[in-house]
């Protein structure tokens, strides 16, 4: 993998890039559609590429070690083969969805031991192990294995936890180093910063993710709780201290809002589940401000969902039409609704990068952050 910086913005952190993969080429910033068990929930591959232009997607590795299992997709030929995605495809390592199950799991020197939430069966995640199970899965940029604290942790444990990761990272990066990729494309190893909502913490563990050196660097254990105003602090800790001349992944981030502040913190790479989640429940995101499309007054409204911005809802359905599949249940409600928000997500890096190339995406993004938080 390759990371070429383009543009800086004079004002802020903000910057364009491109990662060069060997299944294509990345734009930054960018937003990454999170396909959990190898899709995109409720969207064919056909829209993400042509009608969205989704450049990345993400796998997760947790899911996908679960059902279908390493075996089926190493016979396959790796994810892409079994899918059919012929893009990138990005993998976090399992840590996140181990978190989550707190009452399933333990935490060890060793790794994680838990239960699947699928049939109770227990299972345990190494640093090693994901690493494997990541090459046999085939993704172009995969993730170190981490422990995720709360977002209200307190600093004794958020620290324990930081160094525990920290020692995981160093098993990790032993383990890539010694093996190589399954299908006959490169492969790349993430790190990632820890520390909670502590800037001591996050100073620190950005300064060790920096010395090994990687391709790219991630910052892990945001947007699991804690203000807004925290985790836009930490961000710019931990930019401040990650290389300028490597992608930076804020893992799991998150509103429209949050996206354009971390871009101007420095931030190039993002994923949240968001976009498909609240369009499946009838939230739209749109250029103006965000949309329940349950409410009874897009009744009879029958112009477009968001006539400013450069949507694939935009060019076919209206607000009452679209009103009308919610309020019946229809399925295709929620497949639209995950096309508008994808769409729209990537509509907003693409112009990003537009504003940042121009040199005005400072008062481009703070007018925006204005808009897009208005309820309609």
């Known amino acids: 993998m390759e990371f070429e910086l383009q543009i800086t913005d004079p004002q802020s952190r903000a910057r364009t890039g ?62 892409h083969k079994f899918n059919g995605w012929d893009r990138p495809i990005l993998t976090d390592s399992g840590g996140y969805q181990v978190f989550s199950l707190s009452a399933n799991r333990k935490i ?16 345990l995640f190494t640093p090693e192990n994901v690493v494997d199970t990541q090459r046999i899965i085939g993704a172009d940029i995969m993730m170190a294995f ?19 990761t920290h020692r995981w990272l160093q098993r990790g990066i032993t383990q890539f180093d010694s093996t190589r990729a399954k299908y006959g494309y490169s492969q790349t190893f993430f790190p990632i910063v820890q520390g909670a909502g502590f800037k001591d913490l996050r100073t620190q563990s950005a300064e060790y993710i920096a010395s090994f050196g990687r391709e790219g660097n991630a910052i892990g254990g945001l947007s ?87 949507s694939f809802v935009d060019h076919h359905y209206t607000k009452a039409y679209l009103r009308h599949l919610f309020v019946s249940k229809e399925l295709l409600a929620a497949q639209i609704g995950s096309l508008h928000n994808l769409a729209f997500y990537l509509w907003l890096v693409k112009e990003a990068r537009s504003h940042i190339q121009a040199g005005d995406f400072i008062p481009w993004k703070n007018q925006m952050v204005k808009q897009l938080s208005v309820r309609l």
Not at 57 to 76: F, S, V
Not at 261 to 286: K, Y
């Open 146 to 164: 981490d422990e995720c604290a709360p977002g209200d942790a307190p600093h004794d444990y958020a620290k324990k936890s930081m160094e525990l």
């Open 108 to 123: 060890k020197e060793d790794g994680a031991v838990f239960r699947s939430h699928i049939d109770g069966s227990k299972h």
């Open 18 to 79: 491109k990662i060069t993969t060997d299944h294509g080429v990345i734009e930054t910033p960018i937003f990454m559609p999170v396909g959990t068990v190898g899709s995109v929930k409720g969207v064919h591959f056909n829209d993400l590429r042509n009608d969205i232009e989704a450049q990345i997607i993400l796998g997760n590795t947790y899911h996908l070690y679960l059902r279908p299992g390493l075996d089926i997709i190493e016979k396959a030929g790796g994810l």
């Open 224 to 310: 699991v709780g804690e203000p807004a105003e925290v985790m836009y602090e930490m961000t710019e800790v931990v930019t401040g201290i990650l290389p300028k001349d490597k992608p930076r992944y804020l893992m799991g981030v998150g509103t429209p809002v949050n996206i354009l502040e971390s871009i101007a913190l420095g931030v190039d790479m993002f994923d949240c589940v968001m976009p498909t989640r609240n369009g499946r429940n009838g939230m739209l995101f749109t250029s103006r401000g965000i949309m329940n499309m349950k409410n009874q007054k897009w009744k009879d409204d029958f112009s477009p969902v968001d006539p400013e911005g450069t």
